[in-house]
Every structure is written in C-alpha cells, then in structure tokens.
C-alpha cells in the first residue's frame, strides 16, 4: 500500500547549525507535499508545502526540495534555534484522494 | 485564519462507555478529519467528511463512527470505549484537495 518513509526519527544539532529530515513516498501519483511543525501539547502545524510541479520552495530558514524521480523529499531548516525544537512529519498525497500519508515524525532537538 | 476547536484537551472515561469527541471549525471548510497520534505510529486517519452527512472511513475506522450534521461541526464516536483507544485525538480541516490541513490542539483520551 501507500506509504511515507520518514528519517531520521530522532536529530541533534547545535544551535545555528543545519538540520535536514527526509522523506520517501511509495505512490508515484503523489503531487502535494507538505511539511507539519508539532510543538509540545499542541497540534501538528503547518510550514511550507510543495507540489510536484516544482522542485524547491524557500521560505525564510526554511526549504523544501523535490525529487519526484528518486520519490523523495526533504525539509532543510538553517540557521537554527532552540524554538525549532519539536517534532516535524512530511505528508504526501495525490490527486482525486482526500487523505495523506504521513510519516512518523523526527523529534528535533535544538541545543544552546 | 482558520480556527479548530476541539471541546476538550483531556478526558478521561471508563471502559465501556460511550464517547464523544466535539471539533467546531470557523471557516466554511468542506473536508474535516479525525485522526489519533500513537507513538512510534504517526497519524493514523479515523474518518473523514467531504460534506455534511457524508463521510468516509479511514484507515482504523473498527470501533468508532462520526456524525456530520452541521458543515462546522465533526463528531467522533467511540460506541464502547476500549483501553486501546487511550491515545491522542486530532481533528483537522482544510479547504479542499492539495492543501495543508489546519489542526486542532488534540484530546489526550484516556480510557480506563
């Protein structure tokens, strides 16, 4: 079935350093991609999303890339600080389906 | 921005009760969502509603059911409530097909 690959589960990185989180998707038709920011007690959050028709997106420390051949896709955060610690989870769905796929979240740990 | 509210942030019931699970959207969104959150397990989707008193199940529909009467308001129903339903409940919308969803804050249900 449709599936979301999701790594790593668990990243540490030092304050003002880079962090990367992949994600691979099973379904081909897969056209929308988005990225959740889930903070303590509060539901997931949406940061930037991307759909199949462009390979990067760019908002602020934040960036999507796309590779639809290879079937996966990452978020970049740069510059980091303690308040992107939380736990992120990537999506994918496709067209004439209302559900997505998730993948089971990276815990993301910002360290002063 | 669009606002979910979901009637309680944490509830606790006995085995074997009947449960309501209250989301009240502010936007006129068609789509709205129920998925619970388990660790290691992602989001698993429940049921979802494209319109008033329609809907559809998900993934891990066995044991629950939904009720959609008004466009605003998405119920979830668990008939007889067992300990393995103890998790985190969310309730999402959006605006239609290849958008983010905007979430509510979660139930912590735990039953016992």
């Known amino acids: 079935g449709e599936n979301v690959e999701q790594h790593p589960s668990t990243l540490s990185v030092q304050e003002g350093d880079s962090a990367v989180i992949k994600c691979t998707y099973s379904d081909s038709a897969s056209n929308y991609f988005p990225w959740y920011k889930q903070e303590l007690g509060k539901g997931p959050q949406l940061i930037i999303d991307i759909r199949s028709n462009v390979g990067e997106k760019k908002d602020q420390r934040i960036a999507v890339t796309l590779n639809k051949t290879a079937k996966h896709f990452s978020l970049h955060i740069t510059e980091t600080q303690p308040e992107d610690s939380a736990v992120y989870f990537c999506a994918a769905s496709g067209p004439g389906t209302y559900k997505y796929i998730f993948g089971t979240g990276t815990r993301l740990k910002v360290l002063a | 921005d669009v606002k979910v509210t979901q009637s309680s942030r944490y509830l606790v019931k006995r085995t074997g009760e009947k449960v309501f699970l209250e989301c009240v959207q502010d936007?006129?969104?068609?789509?709205m969502f129920w998925y619970r959150q388990d660790p290691g397990l992602g989001l698993r989707l429940i049921y979802f509603?494209?319109?008033?008193?329609?809907?559809e199940k998900g993934d891990i529909p066995e044991g629950y059911s939904v009720s959609r009467e008004k466009k605003e308001r998405f119920s979830l129903i668990l008939e007889s409530a067992s300990t393995n339903q103890t998790s985190m409940y969310l309730c999402?919308?959006?605006?239609?097909?290849?958008?983010?969803?905007?979430f509510g804050s979660g139930t912590r249900l735990t039953i016992v």
């Open positions: 999402a919308t959006r605006v239609g097909a290849n958008y983010g969803y905007t």
């Open positions: 936007m006129d969104h068609e789509n």
């Open positions: 509603s494209y319109d008033v008193k329609m809907k």
